[in-house]
């Protein structure tokens, strides 16, 4: 990774931090302070279709600072780390052109690193184990597969989306690495230096933001949004938290009151989970 070295007048500032925690305003602040714009590292606001559920900038916020990779493709589209680092780095390539400053804001750590640091080489798909997994999955539940991923690799368990399956289900694939196979990425054509804000509070003040959050989602039509997107509820983008939560109420499984607990209770895991790996890959300053 990049460091503070005399003489490069380029810089990447990286916001990062848990849901909830304040990185969009941080970030858009110092956008507005440097004349820079804002490169969004967050898994989930990279699709247009999802708005109120991943607490996508508003409007307004957007309007402050140009921003690249917000509503970026459709949930229709594979995209992962590979894909975002391959475009983040030919876009700060062609913005490093006319700035000396860019902000990477998100808080998604393997985007995050896979744009500094580069990706290790990814096994390729194994449609035999592929499919046991997903025999697992059926049988035993999603839970299995959390405990299988757990014991074969704990840093990527807390760098992901485990109440994703095909997100643990790949994650398994990469841990017990099966025909290894890398892809080259564009390299840097500009020196630059990276500085780290890694943004943090107090765990019961983060977790009463996260409940906040969740209930402001509720309130500003967060139900209509996933309802509207039912169909499409097997896309990988969908299996995700403030969305696959909805899909046993509208079943008639569950409660309202359910549901929203289930959002709050699974936001708060996330939130942990991405303190956990920021706080053991990224050192601020």
């Known amino acids: 990774m990049r460091i503070f070295a005399a003489g490069m007048s380029k810089k990447i500032i990286v916001v990062t931090g848990p849901t909830a925690v304040g990185k969009t305003d941080e970030a858009i602040r110092l956008a507005k302070e440097l004349s820079c714009p804002i490169l969004s590292a967050d898994s989930r606001q990279v699709y247009r279709e999802l708005n109120i559920g991943v ?46 400053h860019l902000i990477v804001c998100g808080g998604t750590g393997l985007y995050i690193k896979a744009l500094l640091e580069g990706l290790d080489p990814m096994p390729e798909r194994n449609p035999v184990l592929r499919a046991e997994l997903e025999l697992m ?25 485990i109440q994703n399956p095909q997100r643990l289900i790949r994650a398994i694939e990469i841990a017990r690495g099966a025909d290894p196979s890398g892809s080259m990425l564009p390299a840097f054509r500009h020196d630059f230096v990276t500085r780290f804000v890694r943004m ?34 097997e896309l990988n983008a969908l299996q995700t938290v403030g969305y696959s939560e909805w899909w046993p109420y509208f079943d008639g499984h569950i409660s309202m009151e359910e549901v929203i607990s289930k959002i709050k209770q699974h936001t708060r895991n996330y939130a942990k989970r991405q303190m956990t790996w920021i706080r053991n890959q990224f050192q601020a300053g």
Do not use: C, W
């Open 200 to 233: 943090e509070t107090d765990r019961e003040q983060l977790y009463e933001r996260i409940n906040s959050r969740v209930d402001q989602m509720v309130d500003a039509g967060l139900e209509r949004e996933v309802r509207e997107l039912g169909d499409l509820r």
């Open 55 to 100: 607490a996508r900038p508003s409007e307004e916020q957007l309007s402050q600072a140009t921003h690249y990779f917000i509503a970026h493709v459709s949930i229709h589209e594979p995209y992962n780390a590979g894909k975002y680092a391959e475009e983040g780095r030919k876009l700060i390539n062609s913005l490093f052109d006319t700035h000396d």
């Open 137 to 161: 999955l059926g049988q035993q539940g999603i839970k299995a597969l959390q405990e299988e991923l757990r014991s074969l690799d704990e840093r990527r368990f807390s760098s992901i989306d």
